[in-house]
């Protein structure tokens, strides 16, 4: 029996807990060396060994060692493949191998937030010691007696296993319920490289490059430019990087597509790779399509369990005081390669794609030590079939092919986004609209999905309950996209984000090399290229524009002066007919804001009734972050028909706020419908 459900995009905040621990496991490949490691799927001679000392405690498996400050719980050192540290350390906070967070508290005079390096701990315990794996334990509890510690009980723990070439990192934030109040904005784990050793950076198949130094972003050879992140090379120690941008933000992907990123230290005799691996996004926050930062310059590679990029404060996670909450961020794989074929480096990243599919493959993992990892055996799934009903398309429900579809917290369509307290899993569903959610935690949730090509959120009528071993099918389940009545025009396609408009070519000042032909998007500056273009504003009239080529991809500000003004767009339509006393419905789905707010005038709003607008809206900052999309808002418009003309129509849309450059949206898709029961105008729809 087929169920509905359905609603608008909603954002929602979230929250959460801390352990950490760090595991080595993964063969190398037979064509890759791990230093002195046996051949692939051999076991180390002697299994893993224990060294606790006084301030440090070394792990060693005969392919890698690890060293841990005691009790601290702080990395600092990596040694693999005959180097003494791949790490950076120099005994400060911001080095090594580190997690930190961004907290703050009702009441506090930290606006910002504070930051806590390193999150110290003040015990050290082995949790078990063979020769198959040892776990160790480095835990700190809640200080109410100093009001910068944070509010929390966290457990960092290390674990090494035996004949692996890397090491797992995971934590547990712990929050009992007679703990005061918290939020945190941004939680990580982060690792900073050997800067004599790793020169080249992989994040994708095709975001690799060679990268300048860390002091090249430092005057005299480098010049700050619109924010802080974002620094003009002009003097850097190495001439190709000359003229270049540097910004970390330029590197940023989707937690669906952030499976492996990393560095090579390609000038060395047998090139090592260093590399993030995330077998899961489950503990993430904001869902598959959240985009957070990944390995930038330093050399440092990052995990963002939990940020507010291209999002928000909305991303923000409260956790009140007397409330309850523990959340397991992890594990992630560090991953240790090396290849003798010198200057290889395409196949140091092949080996590590090979590693990560086999990191995905046996998740959830079965050695690790915390009773809140559950096992495969104490998780359930959730199948079922996804069709769309849309009668304007299609007289028969369609299957929503490519949705994803997903279990996160109970909450409104769409508030998955914005999520980040609690557990999120996701699939894709195949071509029938059939999809498996496996091994997911025992629990109560929604489930969610969104269609690419169509408008709107899904959300199943009923909650879910997983419970350990259980596999739930849930049949059919329909989805009812917003739909008043027929398409008349439409721009751009409903995927929540702008990738298919105009994007232009960069001012050559502010050029990364890397996008010159490839994901544009990316290129500093480009917010200042629409003043350029469009002296006297955009106008895109349907039937003859091409949304590819004339819809520049952010509503930006205009700088006149030493002031920013707001920008208007203008879509030019025709009618053949109108329905006076019939109601048009414009919708129009924001693929990113910043601190916006529209006004939507129809046929120039001289009549009574013309002029829409919106509340303020958005915080994610997605087009000084280089991303080309944050997360979604949709804006429906009724249109009363006497407000339309037959033959030529107006439709001009204001981004009002106007106080710097970064202030504006970035369209999704933008359609106008007739009234219910008209038939379509014979107008074409925009390309």
């Known amino acids: 029996m087929a169920r509905a459900g359905g609603g608008a995009t909603t954002v929602m905040a979230a929250r959460w807990s801390l352990i950490l621990l760090v595991a080595v496991g993964a063969s190398c490949a037979p064509d890759l060396a791990a230093g002195a490691a046996p051949p692939a799927g051999a076991a180390a001679p002697g299994g893993v060994t224990l060294r606790a000392g006084l301030r440090q405690v070394v792990v060693d498996n005969g392919v890698v060692q690890v060293t841990v400050s005691r009790p601290q719980g702080h990395i600092t050192g990596v040694r693999y493949n005959g180097e003494r540290n791949l790490l950076q350390y120099a005994g400060g906070e911001n080095s090594g191998g580190y997690w930190d967070v961004v907290w703050n508290y009702p009441g506090s005079d930290q606006p910002r937030g504070m930051i806590d390096i390193k999150l110290d701990s003040t015990e050290f315990r082995v949790v078990s010691s063979s020769q198959e794996q040892v776990e160790l334990s480095f835990r700190s509890t809640y200080n109410p007696a100093s009001p910068n510690s944070v509010r929390l009980d966290i457990d960092k723990r290390l674990v090494m296993l035996k004949g692996s070439s890397g090491f797992y990192c995971y934590a547990i934030f712990d929050h009992p319920s007679n703990f005061p109040s918290l939020n945190i904005s941004e939680a990580r784990l982060a690792f900073k490289l050997n800067t004599n050793k790793f020169n080249y950076m992989a994040v994708s198949d095709d975001i690799q490059r060679y990268m300048p130094m860390a002091t090249d972003r430092d005057a005299p050879r480098g010049e700050p430019l619109a924010y802080k992140e974002a620094v003009l090379l002009v003097n850097p120690q190495e001439p190709q990087f000359k003229g270049e941008v540097d910004d970390k933000y330029q590197y940023s992907l989707d937690n669906k597509d952030n499976v492996v990123h990393g560095w090579i230290s390609s000038s060395h005799p047998n090139p090592m790779g260093f590399w993030v691996i995330t077998p899961s996004n489950e503990f993430k926050s904001g869902g598959p399509t959240k985009r957070e930062l990944t390995s930038h310059v330093g050399p440092t590679s990052l995990?963002?369990?939990?940020?507010?990029?291209?999002?928000?404060?909305?991303?923000?996670?409260?956790?009140?005081?007397?409330?309850?909450?523990?959340?397991?961020?992890?594990?992630?794989?560090?991953?240790?390669?090396?290849?003798?074929?010198?200057?290889?480096?395409?196949?140091?990243?092949?080996?590590?794609?090979?590693?990560?599919?086999?990191?995905?493959?046996?998740?959830?993992?079965?050695?690790?030590?915390?009773?809140?990892?559950?096992?495969?055996?104490e998780r359930g799934s959730v199948a079922g079939r996804l069709m769309v009903r849309d009668r304007y398309m299609s007289n028969g429900d369609m299957p929503a092919a490519t949705a994803y579809v997903g279990l996160a917290a109970p909450g409104l369509p769409g508030s998955w986004t914005t999520e980040s307290k609690n557990y999120q899993f996701w699939t894709r569903a195949g071509s029938f609209g059939r999809f498996t959610i496996g091994n997911v935690r025992a629990g109560?949730?929604?489930?969610?999905?969104?269609?690419?090509?169509?408008?709107?959120?899904?959300?199943?009528?009923?909650?879910?309950?997983?419970?350990?071993?259980?596999?739930?099918?849930?049949?059919?389940?329909?989805?009812?996209?917003?739909?008043?009545?027929?398409?008349?025009?439409?721009?751009?396609?409903?995927?929540?984000?702008?990738?298919?408009?105009?994007?232009?070519?960069?001012?050559?000042?502010?050029?990364?090399?890397?996008?010159?032909?490839?994901?544009?998007?990316?290129?500093?500056?480009?917010?200042?290229?629409?003043?350029?273009?469009?002296?006297?504003?955009?106008?895109?009239?349907?039937?003859?524009?091409?949304?590819?080529?004339?819809?520049?991809?952010?509503?930006?500000?205009?700088?006149?002066?030493?002031?920013?003004?707001?920008?208007?767009?203008?879509?030019?339509?025709?009618?053949?007919?109108?329905?006076?006393?019939?109601?048009?419905?414009?919708?129009?789905?924001?693929?990113?804001?910043?601190?916006?707010?529209?006004?939507?005038?129809?046929?120039?709003?001289?009549r009574r009734g013309g002029v829409f607008t919106t509340p303020e809206f958005g915080d994610g900052n997605a087009i000084a972050r280089h991303g080309i999309h944050g997360v979604q808002w949709s804006f429906e418009f009724a249109i009363s028909g006497y407000l339309m003309s037959e033959g030529e129509n107006t439709i001009s849309v204001t981004q009002t706020r106007a106080f710097d450059e970064f202030m504006g949206v970035m369209y999704d898709y933008i359609r106008l419908e007739g009234p219910s029961g008209s038939v379509r105008d014979p107008t074409r729809g925009a390309r």
Not at 351 to 377: I, N, T
Request: avoid cysteine.
């Open 303 to 377: 995990v963002m369990f939990m940020g507010t990029h291209y999002v928000g404060k909305d991303m923000v996670v409260n956790v009140a005081g007397g409330e309850y909450w523990k959340k397991v961020l992890g594990p992630v794989f560090i991953y240790l390669n090396s290849s003798p074929k010198r200057g290889d480096l395409r196949a140091l990243w092949g080996d590590a794609k090979s590693q990560a599919q086999a990191e995905v493959s046996k998740w959830p993992y079965r050695f690790l030590g915390s009773p809140d990892f559950p096992m495969a055996g």
């Open 444 to 606: 109560v949730y929604n489930l969610y999905a969104w269609v690419p090509g169509f408008l709107g959120d899904y959300m199943y009528t009923f909650s879910v309950t997983i419970t350990p071993g259980r596999a739930i099918d849930l049949g059919d389940l329909v989805f009812e996209p917003p739909r008043s009545g027929p398409t008349l025009w439409e721009i751009g396609v409903p995927d929540r984000t702008a990738a298919e408009f105009f994007i232009p070519d960069v001012d050559p000042k502010y050029v990364n090399r890397l996008f010159l032909t490839k994901d544009k998007y990316r290129q500093y500056g480009l917010w200042e290229r629409y003043a350029d273009l469009y002296p006297n504003d955009l106008v895109f009239t349907v039937g003859q524009s091409n949304y590819s080529e004339d819809w520049f991809f952010a509503h930006v500000t205009r700088k006149q002066g030493n002031v920013y003004v707001p920008t208007t767009r203008q879509i030019r339509f025709n009618l053949d007919r109108v329905v006076a006393d019939g109601t048009y419905t414009l919708r129009i789905a924001i693929a990113a804001a910043h601190m916006s707010r529209l006004q939507v005038h129809v046929n120039g709003g001289a």
